[in-house]
């Protein structure tokens, strides 16, 4: 595997479900995020780990929690979601943390609908 | 509050040329990207501009003029699989990336 993956590609759940999303980087990279991608909405930042700490929580309500067991992996677990939480969600990592002209690569994301 | 616009949707004919502009207000500025987005794929970077001027990447060209808070990305010799969204993203003064909504560009034949 190569950059950014991500399972599964495609969750339906229920209001009252448990899942998790999986992010993996083969880059080598020491950030990671999480983003909401909403149809002709920009990309809303999530959450933010350098070297495996949490730097940023951008007011995400509680029913998205991130865990980033080591600096290749990251995960959103989702509980007791809502309808409007249906979105692309989209994990990206990047060399550092916002330094110059660092760029962050994206993974496909997964496509979340929520009935 | 910090705001990036750019058109929601733009519509060109292939072999043209066409210029998607994005405008920024933000907290501070240290560059400007542009990423491309196909439907239904990961975004993926285009270019990076932190001083003023044009860089040209092949058939990509990116503009920044950080005193009117305005770049744009010129596209040329425009090709069906060029037909995508076009992100621009401003890095601020806390070196987090803010988002445009995104340009969908539609190339007809």
């Known amino acids: 595997e190569t950059g950014v993956t991500q399972t599964p590609r495609h969750l339906v759940m229920g209001m009252t479900n448990k899942k998790s999303l999986k992010c993996e980087q083969h880059?080598?990279?020491?950030?990671m995020y999480w983003y909401k991608q909403s149809a002709k909405k920009p990309l809303e930042l999530m959450f933010v780990?350098?070297?495996?700490?949490?730097?940023e929580n951008n007011s995400v309500p509680s029913r998205f929690s991130p865990e980033c067991p080591n600096s290749s992996h990251l995960f959103l677990h989702l509980h007791t979601l809502q309808p409007e939480d249906s979105a692309l969600y989209l994990c990206?990592?990047?060399?550092?943390?916002?330094?110059?002209?660092?760029?962050?690569?994206f993974g496909p994301g997964t496509r979340l609908t929520v009935l | 509050g910090q705001n990036i616009d750019q058109p929601t949707e733009m519509t060109a004919t292939e072999g043209a040329i066409v210029q998607i502009n994005c405008t920024y207000q933000?907290?501070?500025?240290?560059?400007l990207f542009w990423y491309q987005q196909h439907a239904g794929e990961a975004p993926t970077f285009l270019s990076y501009?932190?001083l003023d001027g044009l860089e040209e990447k092949g058939r990509f060209s990116s503009f920044l003029s950080r005193s009117k808070g305005y770049s744009y990305l010129l596209l040329k010799e425009l090709q069906m699989k060029d037909s995508a969204s076009y992100l621009c993203?401003?890095?601020?003064?806390?070196?987090?990336?803010?988002w445009g909504a995104g340009t969908k560009l539609i190339i007809k034949p």
């Open positions: 990206a990592s990047s060399q550092s943390l916002g330094s110059g002209s660092d760029e962050q690569f």
């Open positions: 880059l080598g990279h020491n950030a």
């Open positions: 780990y350098s070297l495996e700490e949490r730097v």
């Open positions: 993203a401003v890095r601020d003064s806390n070196y987090q990336l803010i």
């Open positions: 933000t907290s501070g500025f240290n560059g």
């Open positions: 501009n932190v």
